[in-house]
């Protein structure tokens, strides 16, 4: 089933439907755009903080521990 036959068919079963159950779907709708927004701001965050020099500094410092100070190692 094709995109357009799918919002057809929702219709018509939406358009059955009481008036509070409609409702559920449109804030269901709702919830749905606001998590695709969500994610987008945060690929949007996550682009502009990996292409960020503000922590750049962190690279030019040396290790203060290495796997020698380990008392035990995960096998």
Do not use: C
């Amino acid at each position: 089933m094709n995109r357009n036959d799918l919002i057809e068919t929702t219709l018509l079963k939406i358009k059955q439907l009481p008036d509070t159950k409609i409702r559920e779907i449109h804030d269901f709708a709702e919830f749905l755009l606001m998590k695709i927004d969500d994610n987008i701001l945060l690929q949007g965050i996550q682009e502009l903080n990996s292409q960020s020099s503000a922590f750049s500094y962190l690279n030019d410092e040396e290790d203060l521990y290495s796997v020698n100070d380990l008392k035990e190692q995960y096998k």
